[in-house]
């Protein structure tokens, strides 16, 4: 076996089993994938919604919207997600657009970073973009609410990007928010890391 074949029989990966225990946990009517890729997490949450639920996923490739429509379809689950083209660096104006009601607040954001799987790297979530995505999105997160990060550090850019979501998720006042970090400790190449933060009720 390669070591690529290895890897791949061990993923799900406990981060990802972490990742979906919290969701089911803050669930609610309104949330956001904003980076719908192949369309898996889109529709873990748009199960979770509900028939009286919405998920707004986000991708800035039509590959990716493409892709995740065509599993929505398949589950059956096409009404309750709205597919949105749009970059992390525009992600102010994509909400207001998207959710013009400034009591519309999301009940759960989530963010899988690096490249879409099957298509180009160098096409790539970047530590500039996503700093500027995640305060749109806090700033759209209501009281208890969670936005939950997976980062990967096996692409270019990648371990760079990873540093700078930690930095800014340490950086969170303890008053404003609580934030925990799973982490690969022992995987010597690549390692990921899931940090996942809750909006304090004030």
Known sequence: QTRKARDSMLNPSALLETAHAVWKR???????????????????????????GMVLAVDRQEEALARSAALLRQRGLERRVRLTRGDHADMVALLAREL??????????????????GSDKRVATSAATTLTALEAVWGRLRPGGLLSVH?????PGGADEA?????????LPWREAQVSACSQWNKARSPETLWLAVKNVR
């Open 26 to 52: 803050h669930a609610g009517p309104l949330m956001l994938d904003a980076t719908a890729g192949n369309g898996h997490d889109t529709v873990f949450l748009a199960e979770l919604a509900g028939e009286g």
């Open 100 to 117: 013009p009601d400034a009591e519309a607040l999301l009940d759960l954001a989530v963010f899988n970073l690096g490249f879409l799987p």
């Open 151 to 155: 980062a990967y550090s096996g692409h």
């Open 163 to 171: 540093k700078a979501v930690g930095d800014r998720m340490r950086a």
